[in-house]
């Protein structure tokens, strides 16, 4: 029993060392259970079925706070990414089309970076031209919130509505074509 409690021990140990002032709020409880849910034929998840979103917090790439909380009101796309991640690198022009293409109705675009060096994180957001902010969560901090969501590896993406709530999710690499019809959507419906 004890093999097994000390690498455990030694693990939460380091996740705790390792972020440092980077961090990201780590307070689980604020956490709410969320579910596993099929998006319906829109690509989003129904009305009545969506929780409140987890916290989304902590400190950009580029050093700055942000909360997704303070963009309610407003639709939100969420990707998770790493630079060492192929799919992510697929995904990113994607993206930023979606991004350019969807900024003006008023869909704002979040990053998180997980697992990831700083340094190789901003020089991807600058080879892909990423006109968004990124989250630094090197300890996948964010990640682990939307644990029966996501995948603990990227890319996921997940849509939040004007509300708040996780409406929709797609795992692994995400085309424009996908994200527009539930972007279209989501707009729709009232804050």
């Not at 300890?139 to 969501?149: E, N, Q």
Request: charged fraction near 25%.
């Amino acid at each position: 029993m004890l093999r097994r409690l000390v690498p455990a021990l030694l693990g939460a140990l380091l996740l705790t060392a390792c972020s440092g002032t980077d961090a990201v709020d780590v307070d689980r409880a604020e956490s709410p259970k969320l579910k596993v849910l099929n998006p319906g034929p829109q690509g989003v998840f129904r009305a009545q079925d969506r929780a409140p979103t987890p916290p989304i917090k902590g400190t950009t790439l580029d050093g700055q706070p942000l909360d997704v909380a303070d963009m309610r009101g407003k639709v939100v796309v969420v990707n998770f990414w790493a630079s060492w991640c192929a799919p992510c690198r697929a995904e990113s022009l994607a993206l930023n089309r979606v991004h350019e293409r969807r900024s003006p109705e008023g869909v704002q675009f979040v990053g998180v970076n997980i697992k990831d060096d700083r340094t190789a994180a901003r020089a991807f957001e600058r080879r892909q031209l990423t006109e968004y902010p990124s989250l630094y969560d090197q300890a996948g901090i964010v990640l682990t919130r939307f644990a029966r969501l996501a995948p603990q590896t990227p890319p996921t993406t997940l849509l939040i509505d004007r509300q708040g709530r996780v409406a929709g999710r797609f795992i692994g690499q995400v085309t424009d074509n996908q994200l527009d019809g539930p972007l279209q959507v989501l707009l729709k419906e009232p804050a």
